[in-house]
């Protein structure tokens, strides 16, 4: 039996290639013995786990071991013995993609964790699971990290083979006309952002097949497989989160209708709200609020998650204010907290920081507070308060 798992692990890793190292290769303690990655379709958690085997084990070595919860060995055998079986042979890290397609994955990692106290499993799992509140018996023992798309850091990196490390917000505002000035000789990131914007936070946009159409197939999977599968939807109500993803994406980012949404869709009010937050949950939206709002309330504004998904769904009529606010949100969002203002084009972050996203070339005229900062875009440098919004791109 495991001879073949090896075969294949041995080929996955001769043939991953990693082209950009991700940042939360550093930032997991990798002594945890129970480690979730989890992460929307497409951000590349399978590449993740391999590159993780292959930096810290490489070819050959039968300590380590991939596993893909997909193969059908695991129809009629289950994790516990399978990871019974390995470590009987001398195996010490167990990693274990898409975890979820086992009924009872959460009660067969608690069974490794106590059984096997020599075992270290890292597993990936879908944005949509609630590692800790949906699994009790997992509190207290897992770690759970989140994998992102590429940041624009990452994407000019690959795109120039440059190594731009990522700076803190506080670097940014602080500092972005000096750190501007060390990038700006080694690379023009104004010739690659337009490019990131349209396709640079999947990576699978490396692959050579049509972007538009892979990731179409990928947002089917995440509405069919995530959301369905892991919240126990009926099939039946596919059709229904469809058109509502598609009626927000076409709305741009406002707040929601919800009562003209539920007559839409042809469900209550509720719901509407249940499978907005569902949506969320597998990163195809993001629900802002004022601040110190949040769910269940009403959002004050619904954005697509990242700019990708604005070219995917209605790619004729994409308004660049709202790739760049959508962009702006998508960078904030891993470290901050993002919150809406009454203002228009303008954010506030963690609770405090106004941000108000512009035109640097707009023939409107901006009079600028000095207690507002500015992302400007279709400009490479700032002054001030007023940052080059591409800079963004460098907070992970």
């Not at 480690?35 to 497409?42: A, L, V, W, Y």
């Not at 919800?258 to 939206?285: F, G, P």
Request: glycine share 6%.
């Amino acid at each position: 039996m495991e001879e073949a798992f090896f075969r294949t692990h041995d080929y996955l890793l001769e043939h991953t290639n990693a082209p950009v190292r991700r940042t939360l290769m550093d930032e997991i303690d990798w002594n945890d013995r129970l480690i979730g990655i989890k992460g929307t379709r497409g951000v590349g958690k399978t590449t993740f786990l391999l590159q993780y085997a292959k930096e810290k084990f490489g070819v050959g070595n039968r300590s380590c071991l991939y596993v893909n919860m997909n193969n059908f060995y695991f129809h009629g055998n289950g994790i516990t013995d399978f990871a019974r079986d390995f470590v009987n042979h001398g195996g010490k890290t167990l990693l274990i993609d898409q975890v979820f397609k086992e009924p009872d994955w959460s009660m067969e990692l608690r069974r490794c964790y106590d059984l096997f106290p020599q075992l270290k499993i890292v597993f990936t799992g879908s944005s949509v699971m609630r590692l800790k509140e949906e699994n009790p018996e997992l509190n207290g023992i897992v770690k759970s990290y989140n994998l992102r798309g590429f940041s624009f850091r990452e994407f000019l990196n690959l795109q120039t083979g440059n190594h731009f490390h990522p700076y803190s917000l506080e670097d940014i505002i602080n500092d972005h006309e000096h750190i501007v000035r060390e990038i700006l000789p080694l690379a023009s990131p104004m010739k690659y952002f337009d490019d990131y914007i349209h396709h640079g936070f999947y990576p699978f946009f490396l692959e050579h097949r049509n972007f538009s159409e892979n990731l179409l197939k990928t947002m089917n999977m995440m509405t069919e497989v995530d959301i369905l599968l892991i919240k126990q939807i009926e099939l039946k109500y596919l059709t229904k989160i469809k058109k509502l993803f598609y009626l927000l994406a076409l709305a741009g980012p406002k707040a929601p209708n919800i009562s003209q949404l539920a007559q839409e869709i042809e469900t209550s009010r509720a719901t509407v709200m249940n499978y907005i937050k569902y949506l969320a949950d597998a990163r195809l939206i993001n629900m802002i609020y004022p601040v110190g709002q949040a769910f269940p309330k009403k959002p004050a504004k619904v954005m697509m998650h990242n700019s990708n998904l604005l070219y995917a769904i209605y790619p004729i009529a994409v308004d660049r204010q709202t790739a760049m606010e959508t962009f702006f949100v998508n960078t904030m969002w891993k470290d901050h907290v993002v919150s809406s203002s009454n203002k228009d084009g303008q954010y506030i972050i963690d609770g405090t920081r106004k941000f108000r996203i512009c035109d640097a070339q707009g023939g409107q005229k901006i009079r600028y507070n000095t207690d507002t900062y500015y992302a400007r875009y279709n400009t490479e440098i700032g002054k001030g308060n007023r940052l080059p919004l591409w800079l963004l791109g460098f907070l992970y």
